[in-house]
């Protein structure tokens, strides 16, 4: 008896042992991302320190000409390069992703799953520079043929295009994941009470996974923010403030622009001095981007829940 009680204490220390060691592994874990994000900050905005004193804050973010040769350093074309780009990947792949995802978490049959799932997740795993090289190669032509005065093909409608396919996958398979994390009892409660399948699917399954599905967009938008290679093929990477081509404002896709990234990437090889600077003062201003996207998506789940707490 007293050979066993010891036993039995040994297995319970190393259980505990283990369960620390494992514990304190996934705490470093999770402490080191968070200094590894600080220390990214802290390097970029360390190196665009003299473009914010010597340039100026609002120089560089509200002014609409990049001439480094002038020394006229605005991003703010850039700016909104990036942001219609973003949107328009936005409007146009997340309805394809979330369907996407809705059918292969709900409705397809498991031969169909086999087939389309991976062939969704292969999507991810295609360099960028292939997206950009289809983009010039199919896209831009296409486009090329809308009778638009100015129309060149290459533009923010093209850049959409090709991003929004970039972010289906990642989309499709987290708010995959989230769709079937739902338990099934919320499913058969709602069948239950006389709910259509569909309904079932838009009023009970999709609410629940809600947050991963948000979750889902909000890793898109990232991706879709930092994209550099395909933007830079078939964006035109013309350094201007996207206008629409004619009275249809819907011409504004047609024009060309330069993103945020793109305008690293073409200049930093060469950049020296204040140049240099203000390409890093770029990239401030993309970090930021990306956190207030966070942020804001954080606030409107936290939201959300809190209304659905008070209505309970």
Do not use: C
Request: zero cysteines; charged letters at 10%.
């Amino acid at each position: 008896m007293i050979g066993n009680a010891r036993g039995n204490e040994q297995k319970m220390s190393g259980r505990m042992i283990a369960d620390k060691t494992v514990k304190y592994i996934l705490f470093i874990s999770a402490i080191l991302s968070i200094v590894i994000v600080l220390a990214i900050a802290f390097f970029i905005f360390r190196e665009s320190i003299q473009a914010w004193t010597e340039i100026g804050f609002t120089d560089i973010l509200f002014g609409g000409i990049w001439r480094p040769g002038q020394d006229q350093y605005g991003i703010l074309a850039m700016i909104v390069g990036s942001v219609a780009v973003t949107v328009g990947a936005i409007v146009l792949g997340v309805p394809l992703a979330i369907g996407s995802a809705i059918f292969l978490g709900e409705i397809a049959p498991k031969w169909v799953q086999a087939i389309l799932r991976p062939a969704v997740q292969l999507l991810a795993g295609i360099p960028s520079v292939v997206y950009g090289l289809f983009g010039m190669v199919v896209l831009v032509p296409i486009i090329r043929q809308i009778n638009v005065p100015g129309n060149s093909g290459y533009g923010l409608l093209a850049a959409s295009i090709v991003l929004a396919v970039m972010i289906l996958p990642t989309i499709t398979s987290i708010a995959e994941d989230a769709i079937r994390a739902v338990p099934d009892s919320y499913r058969s409660g709602s069948l239950a009470l006389g709910a259509t399948r569909w309904q079932t699917i838009t009023q009970v399954v999709l609410p629940a996974g809600k947050s991963g599905i948000i979750a889902a967009i909000i890793l898109g938008i990232g991706r879709a923010l930092g994209e550099t290679m395909a933007m830079i093929m078939v964006i035109g990477n013309s350094v201007i403030f996207p206008k629409p081509l004619n009275a249809n404002p819907l011409t504004l896709f047609l024009s060309q622009a330069r993103t945020l990234t793109g305008n690293i990437a073409v200049e930093i090889s060469y950049a020296t001095g204040v140049h240099e600077s203000a390409l890093f003062a770029t990239g401030v201003v993309l970090f930021a981007l990306i956190i207030v996207v966070n942020v804001s998506a954080r606030w409107l789940v936290n939201r959300q829940s809190s209304i659905q707490t008070t209505r309970q």
